[in-house]
């Protein structure tokens, strides 16, 4: 059982590029949460989704965008990197309504470096 | 707005000593507290939660916590540490009933105990 699994584990990007992050859990969990950590900042929330074809924005939304069309897959893009954006960046899912436990299960990260 | 505060940015302890992490937050509303475990260049482990009825949980690890609704806290505790519970520790909240069931976390505190 993986669990919730991020690809790539590294990325370093120029200033400009573009990429995805993808996100896949095999708990037929509901709830997928993209957040990004920085040190001394804890983790803040970029985008979350609470069903397929379903997300919306969370604290620091901007310069990101995120699509949910498989229940399983949660993708985090960037269509212009920007140093800013250097990050560890963290996926994470939780059960949908009706078993509501808690707790968010997280994969291991993804470190991206924008130059 | 919800809020977690680690007013520790490290706690130092020798090992075998009784160790301590400190944790307060703020919600409107009934909160659900949790503790997750970080090392080096891996994901959030969760250890343990506070959701509804006894005030001390108990967690993975030998760790439990205490829920002190007068004082808004949920400091982390542990009998007796271990040079292997060194990691980074975060403090995160929700709101009990809230659609998103994202969490938000501290800023995190670094625990290191020496041999």
């Known amino acids: 059982n993986a669990g919730v699994t991020q690809t790539p584990k590294f990325r370093v990007l120029k200033t400009g590029q573009s990429m995805t992050l993808l996100c896949a859990q095999d708990?037929?969990?509901?709830?997928m949460y993209w957040y990004r950590q920085d040190p001394g900042m804890g983790l803040r929330l970029i985008h979350y989704s609470v069903g397929e074809g379903t997300t919306a924005k969370g604290e620091v939304p901007d310069g990101y965008n995120v699509s949910r069309l498989k229940k399983q897959n949660f993708l985090l893009g960037l269509e212009s990197a920007a140093p800013s954006q250097t990050s560890v960046y963290f996926c994470?899912?939780?059960?949908?309504?009706?078993?509501?436990?808690?707790?968010?299960?997280f994969g291991e990260g993804s470190r991206l470096t924008v130059l | 707005a919800q809020s977690v505060a680690q007013p520790e940015d490290q706690v130092n302890v020798a090992e075998g000593n009784p160790l301590t992490v400190k944790c307060t937050y703020s919600?409107?509303?009934?909160?659900?507290l949790f503790w997750y475990v970080q090392y080096p260049n891996r994901g959030l482990q969760f250890l343990l939660k506070y959701i509804t009825g006894d005030n001390l949980v108990k967690g993975s690890y030998g760790f439990e916590a205490e829920f002190n609704k007068s004082q808004t806290s949920f400091h982390l505790k542990k009998p007796s540490a271990l040079v292997s519970d060194s990691a980074l520790y975060f403090c995160?909240?929700?709101?009990?009933?809230?659609?998103?069931?994202?969490?938000?976390f501290g800023s995190g505190t670094r625990l290191q105990v020496q041999p």
């Open positions: 994470a899912s939780t059960h949908g309504p009706g078993r509501d436990t808690g707790e968010l299960f």
């Open positions: 708990m037929n969990h509901e709830y």
């Open positions: 995160a909240v929700r709101v009990g009933d809230t659609g998103r069931r994202a969490l938000t």
């Open positions: 919600v409107s509303g009934n909160p659900y």
